[in-house]
């Protein structure tokens, strides 16, 4: 008969000296002693994220003011709405850096080569819903790795890339829908 016998349990207790360490380097704000080796790497891909959501937001700007056609004032108006969700994340993302101690990069001169997504200047309608499809799902993309880069190094980045991801996949979806409707 094989031994059933649990291992023994082990005491969760918080750790007094990380609580103590926490009294200390006040000027870190939400950034605690003992945050991990990582916090550098996840300012980087915070604001590579960044760069990605403010591409977006201009992408979906000037689509929204130059798409003509006849379902072009539905489609714009889809636009306009993305547009503005791609600018809360931004700033989400931007009050995330800070809050970890870093500077959030809004330096126009390197946000395209930053961004995971591109930047488009179609003036088809159905070429538009298309570059705004690919640009969500290579976004969905990125969160996607984010997400398993980050894992339990930093919980609370992590759940917001996953918000983040979740507004990203319901842009994709009725980006789809459109194209369906657009054939």
């Known amino acids: 008969m094989a031994n059933t016998k649990s291992p023994p349990k082990e005491a969760l207790r918080i750790d007094q000296k990380r609580l103590d360490a926490a009294k200390r380097s006040l000027d870190k704000g939400a950034v605690t002693p003992d945050f991990g080796p990582y916090r ?3 300012i980087q891909l915070l604001n590579d994220s960044l ?3 403010l591409v977006c937001v201009l992408r979906y700007k000037r689509h929204y003011f130059t ?3 006849l379902e072009s004032p539905a489609i714009a108006a ?3 709405q993305h547009a503005n969700e791609e600018q809360q994340h931004a700033d989400m993302i931007c009050k995330r850096i800070v809050q970890l ?3 959030p990069d809004l330096n ?3 946000l395209t080569r930053r961004s995971h997504a591109d930047y488009d200047e179609q003036l088809d309608l159905r070429a538009m819903i298309r570059s705004n499809l690919i640009a969500e799902r290579v976004a969905i993309e990125a969160y996607t790795q984010i997400i398993e880069l980050i894992g339990d190094k930093d919980p609370t980045t992590r759940r917001m890339i996953e918000q983040i991801l979740e507004m990203e996949q ?5 980006l789809s829908d459109w194209m369906k409707k657009a054939s």
């Not at 319901?170 to 009725?174: G, K, P, T």
Request: aromatic share 4%; no cysteine.
């Open 40 to 42: 550098d790497d996840i």
């Open 51 to 53: 760069a990605t959501e």
């Open 67 to 69: 798409a003509t056609g």
């Open 78 to 80: 889809e636009f306009l």
């Open 101 to 103: 101690d870093g500077e």
């Open 108 to 110: 126009p001169d390197t």
């Open 170 to 174: 319901e842009h994709a979806d009725e």
